[in-house]
């Protein structure tokens, strides 16, 4: 008798998140500027499973991810990353349901890389802290810090000097215009202003603050200008990062919703509802 087991996966969330404004102060010797923002994480991302192996040392993907070679993919340098780190003998393969938009300046793979440190951190054993795990995470974005901490949060630095900011209840449509806009192209462009005078974060209203990319990047890509036009009719709508995303605040999800479905099709897009920890804590804790 031919009997399938189909092994459930256990899956770890891999949230996106927003830039709810974005000041560029300036520039370090290194070339990374220094940043003022407010990170507002989500409850809808991407989702990681891994099996582990204990007789093997080799970490893959179970299924590629498009147009990502296996060695440039961040969740495999990540799960590197950390078994030279700890010294690891174990191995895994990692399936990723990717739902997010890549280039799209809601932390697809920087959150993708900090889910995969937390879990195998756990998984492994290897006992690394939340402040070792941030660390080794710097080495692979600025935002990977922030989403191994999970928490809603201003950031200063070049992004890894976190302090918690809890938000009011709010929702979010998030829309990508199908760009691809390179957060390293946007960086190194002599348009970017790069001189906000810094804010105290006791002074932060959503009104008096922006996002320093925003112009340079809608300049370089008319579909971002297009869908900052269209949604800021119906919300005050905002890039997120270095782009292509855009997002609108509402403070119920139905009206989110409501203008959603008169979105052109062209548009991805979704609703989400801001979060003040991450489901990756949470599922974390569920762990323990
Ligand atoms: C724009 C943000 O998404 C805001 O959350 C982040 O600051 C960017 O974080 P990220 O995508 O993880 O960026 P990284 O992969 O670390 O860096 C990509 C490139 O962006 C530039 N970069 C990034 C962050 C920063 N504070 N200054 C920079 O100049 C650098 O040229 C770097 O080579
Ligand atoms: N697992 C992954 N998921 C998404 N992108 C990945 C991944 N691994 C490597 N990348 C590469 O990293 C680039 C940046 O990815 P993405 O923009 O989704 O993440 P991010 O840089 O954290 O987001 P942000 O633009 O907000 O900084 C992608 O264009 C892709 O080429």
Request: hydrophobic share 40%; aromatic share 10%; net charge negative.
């Amino acid at each position: 008798m031919n009997t399938s087991v189909t092994t459930q996966k256990d899956w770890w969330p891999s949230p996106a998140k927003l830039n709810l404004f974005l000041h560029i102060l300036g520039r370090y010797e290194n070339g990374y500027h220094q940043l003022q923002s407010l990170f507002q994480m989500l409850d809808y991302g991407d989702s990681l499973a891994f099996a582990i192996s204990t007789d093997n040392t080799e970490i893959k993907m179970d299924t590629p991810l498009e147009g990502v070679p296996d060695d440039e993919n961040l969740i495999i340098k990540a799960a590197r990353l950390l078994a030279r780190k700890a010294n690891c003998n174990k191995g895994a393969v990692i399936s990723l349901d990717k739902r997010l938009p890549m280039g799209g300046g809601i932390g697809g793979g920087s959150s993708n890389a900090a889910t995969t440190l937390v879990a195998l951190n756990y998984l492994w054993d290897t006992g690394l802290s939340e402040d070792e795990l941030a660390e080794l995470g710097l080495s692979l974005g600025a935002d990977v810090p922030i989403f191994v901490r999970g928490l809603t949060a201003f950031a200063g630095g070049i992004g890894e000097d976190i302090t918690p900011a809890p938000q009011p209840e709010q929702y979010f449509l998030v829309a990508n215009p199908n760009v691809h806009v390179s957060t390293a192209e946007v960086f190194t462009s002599e348009d970017l202003p790069r001189n906000t005078p810094p804010m105290r974060w006791e002074d932060y209203e959503f009104e008096k603050t922006w996002n320093d990319c925003q112009q340079l990047v809608a300049n370089l890509h008319p579909e971002v200008a297009n869908l900052l036009q269209w949604l800021v009719h119906y919300a005050p709508s905002r890039m997120t990062g270095t782009g292509a995303c855009v997002f609108a605040t509402f403070s119920d999800y139905t009206l989110a919703e409501q203008v959603r479905a008169k979105m052109p099709e062209a548009w991805q897009s979704f609703v989400a509802k801001g979060v003040n920890r991450s489901p990756l804590l949470d599922k974390l804790e569920q762990q323990r």
